[in-house]
């Protein structure tokens, strides 16, 4: 199954690039005044989390679990696999929850979060990749 590699591959790419990005645009956004002719409440960076970011890693997981059933491979190395995306998971609902705060409390202060937010997902999605190309046969 080829093709379902090549979804999961896509998929992953887009959501560890909104993972990296995310908090960055969050730290931006903060005390920023926005451009009143568009929707009230509705930051850039929910747009980009709800758009693209979720549903990005609704197909990751999903794609991933129909891959290591396919593919009948269970052991050590999938329960680390696991762990990582976990965290990775973790760190989506971080990004949510400072969306949320940020939106509630405009000036309240989200930079110190967000940086260590983009260090663990940095560190999440190396330890996933590492994984990946250590993987045994």
């Not at 790419?13 to 903060?30: E, Q």
């Not at 679990?65 to 989506?92: E, S």
Request: glycine share 6%; net charge neutral; charged share 10%.
């Amino acid at each position: 199954m080829p093709w379902l590699l090549v979804v999961h591959i896509v998929f992953l790419l887009v959501w560890c690039g909104t993972l990296l990005y995310l908090p960055a645009l969050i730290a931006d956004s903060y005390g920023a005044d926005f451009d009143p002719s568009r929707e009230p409440g509705v930051l850039p960076p929910r747009r980009l989390f709800n758009l693209l970011a979720t549903p990005a890693a609704l197909l990751t997981i999903a794609s991933g679990t129909l891959l290591f059933l396919v593919q009948g491979i269970f052991g050590v190395w999938l329960v680390l696999k696991l762990t990582a995306v976990a965290v990775m998971a973790i760190c989506h609902v971080v990004c949510g929850a400072l969306i949320l705060r940020l939106e509630s409390e405009p000036r309240s202060g989200v930079a110190f979060p967000c940086v260590v937010l983009a260090a663990t997902s940095a560190l999440a999605v190396l330890c996933a990749v590492w994984l990946v190309l250590a993987k045994p046969d």
